[in-house]
């Protein structure tokens, strides 16, 4: 059975960092893409990195470039959104998910996980 756990989110301060994993079971996530996706209320998904399973190749949303950095472990079968100088503007519910990298970029992948909260304020 798919299963994706997040983890890692909060509360932080405006220029702090936060580390979310998004941990997998049930399949060998170096095999396929990952995607970290966001929500914010009122606002639709929008996605924010994508790594892929073939390469390691990464993408970045035009917004976090220089600030959020994808990784994969796959020995832990984890992957990682290290998130660096946050705004308010990134607080946001942030997802994991995972299938073939163009349905990941999609945003239609198969499999996501539950998401974790991210508060970047005051």
């Known amino acids: 059975q798919v299963q994706l756990v997040e983890s890692g989110g909060g509360l932080v301060q405006p220029g702090g960092s936060l580390r979310l994993s998004c941990a997998a079971s049930?399949?060998?996530?170096?095999?396929?893409?990952i995607g970290w996706f966001r929500q914010a209320p009122g606002k639709e998904r929008e996605g924010v990195s994508y790594?892929?399973?073939?390469?390691?190749?990464?993408y970045y949303e035009d917004s976090v470039k220089g600030r959020f950095t994808i990784s994969r472990d796959n020995a832990k079968n984890t992957v990682y959104l290290q998130m660096n100088s946050l705004k308010p503007e990134d607080t946001a519910a942030y997802y994991c998910?995972?299938?073939?990298?163009?349905?990941?970029?999609?945003?239609?992948?198969?499999?996501w996980g539950q998401g974790t909260q991210v508060t970047v304020s005051s």
């Open positions: 998910a995972t299938d073939s990298l163009t349905k990941v970029v999609a945003g239609v992948a198969d499999y």
């Open positions: 790594i892929s399973g073939l390469d390691g190749s990464t």
């Open positions: 049930g399949f060998t996530l170096a095999y396929y893409a």
